[in-house]
């Protein structure tokens, strides 16, 4: 069964940090980008990063570069999304899809990925 789950989510406060995790099931993870996107309330899903199979040059929509850093452990069908710094603008549903493909293309479009997980809530409040 083609499964993924998300976890490491909660509440944080301003320039605090968090931890995502994607474990990915039913895929072989080598061979599939791993994309992170996220959705805030009256918003629209919005691609944050992007990783390949092969861990080349991973993506960042401009609002996250140099705060959060996607990473993947294929012995663990795991894909991270370390976010630091992280700001008020950052509260979202986060979700991790498996895309099309090996590589990032178009990574931001959600069009371009097979499979999602359920989400983890992120909140970033004093």
């Known amino acids: 069964q083609r499964q993924l789950v998300e976890s490491g989510g909660g509440l944080v406060q301003p320039g605090g940090s968090l931890r995502l995790a994607c474990a990915v099931s039913g895929f072989r993870l080598d061979f599939h980008a791993i994309g992170w996107f996220r959705q805030a309330p009256g918003k629209e899903r919005e691609g944050v990063s992007c990783i390949s199979s092969s861990d080349r040059s991973p993506y960042y929509v401009d609002s996250v570069k140099g705060r959060f850093t996607i990473s993947r452990d294929n012995a663990k069908n795991t894909v991270y999304l370390q976010m630091n710094s992280l700001k008020p603008e950052d509260t979202a549903v986060y979700y991790c899809?498996?895309?099309?493909?090996?590589?990032?293309?178009?990574?931001?479009?959600?069009?371009?990925?097979?499979?999602w997980g359920q989400g983890t809530q992120v909140t970033v409040s004093s």
């Open positions: 899809a498996v895309h099309s493909y090996s590589y990032c293309s178009a990574y931001v479009s959600p069009r371009n990925y097979d499979y």
